[in-house]
Protein backbone atom coordinates (compact mmCIF):
# COMPACT_ATOMS: atom_id res chain seq x y z
CA UNK A 1 0.00 0.00 0.00
CA UNK A 2 0.74 3.82 -1.06
CA UNK A 3 -0.45 6.94 0.55
CA UNK A 4 0.40 9.99 -1.37
CA UNK A 5 -0.29 13.64 -0.47
CA UNK A 6 0.35 16.40 -2.86
CA UNK A 7 1.54 19.58 -1.94
CA UNK A 8 2.50 23.07 -3.05
CA UNK A 9 -0.44 24.38 -5.40
CA UNK A 10 -1.85 27.78 -5.30
CA UNK A 11 -2.17 31.02 -7.35
CA UNK A 12 0.23 32.42 -9.50
CA UNK A 13 0.40 34.63 -12.34
CA UNK A 14 0.98 33.20 -15.90
CA UNK A 15 4.68 33.05 -16.29
CA UNK A 16 5.53 32.33 -12.94
CA UNK A 17 6.62 29.52 -11.37
CA UNK A 18 5.61 26.76 -8.78
CA UNK A 19 6.76 23.85 -7.43
CA UNK A 20 4.44 20.95 -6.60
CA UNK A 21 5.76 17.87 -3.89
CA UNK A 22 4.23 14.26 -3.43
CA UNK A 23 5.12 13.00 0.09
CA UNK A 24 4.88 8.85 -0.34
CA UNK A 25 4.37 6.52 2.43
CA UNK A 26 5.64 2.83 2.38
CA UNK A 27 8.71 1.48 2.33
CA UNK A 28 8.60 0.82 -1.74
CA UNK A 29 8.15 4.27 -2.94
CA UNK A 30 12.20 4.03 -4.51
CA UNK A 31 10.34 0.74 -6.86
CA UNK A 32 7.44 2.88 -8.08
CA UNK A 33 7.16 4.27 -11.48
CA UNK A 34 5.38 7.78 -10.72
CA UNK A 35 3.36 10.17 -12.63
CA UNK A 36 1.95 13.62 -12.39
CA UNK A 37 -1.43 13.93 -13.98
CA UNK A 38 -4.18 17.11 -13.82
CA UNK A 39 -7.97 17.53 -14.37
CA UNK A 40 -9.30 20.82 -15.24
CA UNK A 41 -12.76 21.39 -14.47
CA UNK A 42 -15.29 19.65 -17.16
CA UNK A 43 -12.03 18.34 -18.59
CA UNK A 44 -11.12 14.27 -18.23
CA UNK A 45 -7.75 13.83 -16.25
CA UNK A 46 -4.42 13.91 -18.22
CA UNK A 47 -0.81 12.69 -18.34
CA UNK A 48 1.75 15.52 -16.89
CA UNK A 49 4.62 13.56 -16.65
CA UNK A 50 6.07 10.86 -15.29
CA UNK A 51 9.11 9.44 -13.57
CA UNK A 52 10.57 5.40 -12.77
CA UNK A 53 11.98 4.34 -10.24
CA UNK A 54 15.45 4.83 -10.54
CA UNK A 55 14.91 8.21 -11.52
CA UNK A 56 16.72 6.82 -15.25
CA UNK A 57 14.01 7.37 -17.37
CA UNK A 58 11.38 10.90 -18.00
CA UNK A 59 8.27 10.92 -20.20
CA UNK A 60 6.61 14.55 -20.73
CA UNK A 61 3.18 15.27 -22.25
CA UNK A 62 4.12 17.68 -25.40
CA UNK A 63 1.81 21.01 -23.84
CA UNK A 64 4.55 20.75 -20.92
CA UNK A 65 7.74 20.06 -22.43
CA UNK A 66 10.69 22.64 -21.94
CA UNK A 67 8.44 24.24 -19.10
CA UNK A 68 7.92 21.36 -16.24
CA UNK A 69 10.85 19.36 -14.73
CA UNK A 70 9.92 16.07 -13.04
CA UNK A 71 12.63 15.10 -10.35
CA UNK A 72 12.18 12.52 -6.80
CA UNK A 73 14.06 12.08 -3.80
CA UNK A 74 13.58 8.15 -3.19
CA UNK A 75 15.90 9.30 0.54
CA UNK A 76 12.60 11.45 1.63
CA UNK A 77 9.86 9.36 -0.72
CA UNK A 78 9.17 12.31 -2.13
CA UNK A 79 7.99 13.35 -6.29
CA UNK A 80 8.63 16.72 -7.20
CA UNK A 81 7.44 18.63 -10.40
CA UNK A 82 8.73 21.86 -11.17
CA UNK A 83 6.55 24.27 -12.68
CA UNK A 84 7.98 27.20 -14.83
CA UNK A 85 6.23 29.41 -17.48
CA UNK A 86 3.23 28.76 -16.37
CA UNK A 87 -0.05 29.88 -18.22
CA UNK A 88 -3.75 29.81 -17.87
CA UNK A 89 -4.05 26.69 -19.78
CA UNK A 90 -2.01 24.39 -16.71
CA UNK A 91 -4.84 25.52 -14.08
CA UNK A 92 -6.02 22.12 -12.85
CA UNK A 93 -5.93 20.19 -9.65
CA UNK A 94 -2.94 18.06 -9.93
CA UNK A 95 -2.57 14.94 -9.09
CA UNK A 96 0.65 12.16 -8.13
CA UNK A 97 -0.05 8.74 -8.60
CA UNK A 98 2.01 5.63 -8.41
CA UNK A 99 2.41 2.10 -10.07
CA UNK A 100 4.62 -0.98 -8.85
CA UNK A 101 5.92 -1.65 -12.45
CA UNK A 102 8.65 0.24 -13.64
CA UNK A 103 7.47 1.23 -16.91
CA UNK A 104 6.34 4.71 -17.83
CA UNK A 105 2.69 4.95 -18.66
CA UNK A 106 0.58 7.53 -19.87
CA UNK A 107 -2.73 5.93 -18.86
CA UNK A 108 -4.35 6.85 -15.46
CA UNK A 109 -5.44 3.84 -15.16
CA UNK A 110 -2.56 2.04 -15.14
CA UNK A 111 -1.42 3.74 -11.89
CA UNK A 112 -2.28 1.91 -8.50
CA UNK A 113 -2.45 4.65 -6.53
CA UNK A 114 -3.51 8.18 -6.01
CA UNK A 115 -3.03 11.22 -4.02
CA UNK A 116 -5.66 13.72 -3.24
CA UNK A 117 -4.85 16.16 -5.34
CA UNK A 118 -3.96 19.81 -5.21
CA UNK A 119 -5.31 22.69 -6.98
CA UNK A 120 -3.11 24.99 -9.04
CA UNK A 121 -4.68 28.69 -10.91
CA UNK A 122 -2.75 30.51 -13.24
CA UNK A 123 -4.10 33.94 -13.20
CA UNK A 124 -3.42 35.75 -16.81
Known amino acids: QVQLVESGGGLVQAGGSLRLSCAASGRTFSSCTMGWFRQAPGKEREFVSA????????YYADSVKGRFTISRDNAKNTLYLQMNSLEPEDTAVYYCAARRPETIKVAAIRYDYWGQGTQVTVSS
Open 51 to 58: MSGSGDST
